[in-house]
């Protein structure tokens, strides 16, 4: 026996002491949480939203014809949770493009009448998928549906597909709500790497490719919801990055719509549903070429393996209560351009800046002004302190989602964007003062005036800690 042997042995009670804290510390909070959750209620629904017809595409300007058949199915999936205070939250996930604004609205009041939900507990996330169909939003964008130069046949089917996808998604809620049965919720995360930053910095300015150095999120966010029998019952992930490796005229869910159908075909009776993240300047890579539908299924398998990843350790348990707010910010524009400066840009070279000052200046005809401010929607759910969910209106770059999660308080915080209302670009002050596309060049596709004014990020941050502040749960309730 040397002296090292003795000095092991005198440290042994003390190290049997730790070893028991360390299994039996955990064991008893997880214990504690379990027997909370059992509370919880959840129930989900889906239904097919691809149109039955062919119709003109949202998301590229560039297209020229209307679509030709699907490559897959695109859904509407609805969670609605119900805590043990009988507060309610539904999470309506779509694969299309973007939420009009419009939508939002006419949901937000049919789900009071029908269901007396309050709108801060409804949260509607679009894939952002580019191969969906054009929905009738403002009169001008690429989330919209003029921009495109369609006829009034065409404007006409468009209004024709929202009505009744607003209908569908009002029973689907409905649905979800009347599905409800006794659950568990788990929070827990994994990565997938495909997401590049495609902002590159080139002599010419900020340029849209892939820049392996820019700032990303691979992070991907998973609430599992359990039957009480144990048998999973719905995932709900994340991704932050744009969901368009596919560029062609057939209806798809693109990486995401494959992701959800591969979760589900390895979990039978599950349901999957994707939020967008903050992905507004990321790009899934490789795309594009005779090959973008090989890779759009491997993004699609990627995450998928993400979250099967996810899957694999124990999940956090998620307790409640939910406390739930929805608010609007104003954001402010960049100085406007002066009727000459208008003038001048309407006999641009650009037909797309043609168009876009058109509009401009028939607003600036009709109202003797054109608008300065844009009401943007935040919203936040925290389920107890277990979880901190915000949902952020329009196409958010990723500077948001990392800044939000190293400054909000709590144990997880998942950040999703394309939530509500997409109508845009949400630019961070850093991608604002370097240009490009994301920054202020895209509201040429949207009936904006122009850049948001640089006061733009810290507005929308001071929102949501607003918001998380407001929701906080006092202990005992
Ligand atoms: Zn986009």
Redesign the pocket.
């Known amino acids: 026996m040397n002296r090292h042997t003795i000095n092991i042995l005198k440290l042994r009670p003390a190290l049997t002491f730790w070893l028991l804290c360390l299994i039996a510390l955990p064991c008893s909070t997880y214990c504690a949480h379990a027997n909370q959750q059992a509370s919880w209620k959840a129930g989900v629904a889906s239904i097919v939203i691809t149109p039955d017809e062919s119709m003109w595409m949202a ?1 590229y300007a560039a297209r020229d014809k209307p679509s030709e058949g699907k490559i897959n199915d695109l859904h509407a999936k609805a969670l609605a949770l119900e805590d043990e205070h009988d507060t309610r939250l539904v999470i309506v996930t779509v694969d299309l ?1 973007g939420i009009p604004r419009p939508m939002r609205d006419w949901l937000t009041e049919h789900v009071k009448e029908s269901y007396k939900l309050g709108p801060e507990a409804l949260l509607l996330n679009a894939s ?1 998928t ?1 191969s969906g169909p054009v929905l009738r939003e403002a009169k001008y964008s ?1 989330y919209g549906n003029t921009l495109y130069g369609l006829s009034p046949e065409q404007i006409q089917q468009n209004n024709k597909y929202v009505d009744e996808l607003q209908d569908k998604l009002l029973e689907l809620i409905g649905k979800a709500i009347e599905n409800m049965a006794p659950a568990k919720l788990g929070y827990t995360h994994a990565r997938a790497g495909f997401a590049m930053n495609r902002r590159l910095k080139t002599e010419n300015g900020i340029q849209n490719s892939p820049n392996p150095d820019g700032p990303v999120d691979h992070n991907v966010p998973v609430l599992r919801i359990d039957g009480q029998d144990g048998k999973l019952r719905a995932v709900l992930f994340g991704y932050a990055c ?1 969901n ?1 490796t596919l560029s062609g005229y057939e209806f798809c869910g693109d990486y995401a719509g494959f992701a959800q159908e591969y979760i589900e075909q390895a979990h039978p009776g599950t349901t999957a549903m994707f939020m967008a993240g903050c ?2 300047d990321q790009n899934p890579y490789p795309r594009g070429g005779p090959n973008t539908l090989d890779y759009c299924m491997q993004h699609g398998r990627a995450l998928a393996n993400g979250v099967e990843a996810a899957l694999a350790p124990r999940a956090h348990p998620v307790t409640g209560p939910i406390r739930a707010a929805l608010d609007t910010v104003m954001l402010d524009f960049a100085p406007l351009p002066s009727r000459k400066q208008l003038e001048q840009s309407a006999k641009s070279e650009n037909k797309y800046q043609r168009r876009h000052t058109q509009v401009l200046l028939e607003e600036l005809e009709k109202n003797g002004k054109i608008r300065t401010t844009y009401p943007y929607l935040v919203q936040v759910v925290r389920f107890g302190d277990d979880l901190t969910m915000v949902a952020l209106a329009g ?1 958010v770059v990723v500077d948001y989602s990392l800044r939000l999660k190293s400054e909000l308080p709590g144990q997880a915080v998942w950040v999703a964007a394309y939530s509500n209302d997409v109508f845009g ?1 949400i630019p961070s002050l850093r991608v604002l003062k370097e240009g490009g596309y994301e920054a202020g060049d ?1 509201m040429l596709y949207t009936d904006l005036p122009g850049p948001f004014a640089p006061s733009v990020e810290e507005r929308i941050v001071a929102k949501v800690h607003e918001l998380v502040d407001r929701t906080a749960v006092s202990r005992g309730k």
Request: charged share 10%; hydrophobic share 25%; proline share 0%.
């Open positions: 998301g493009l952002h580019h690429i744009h368009t992905g507004g196409e670009y895209a």
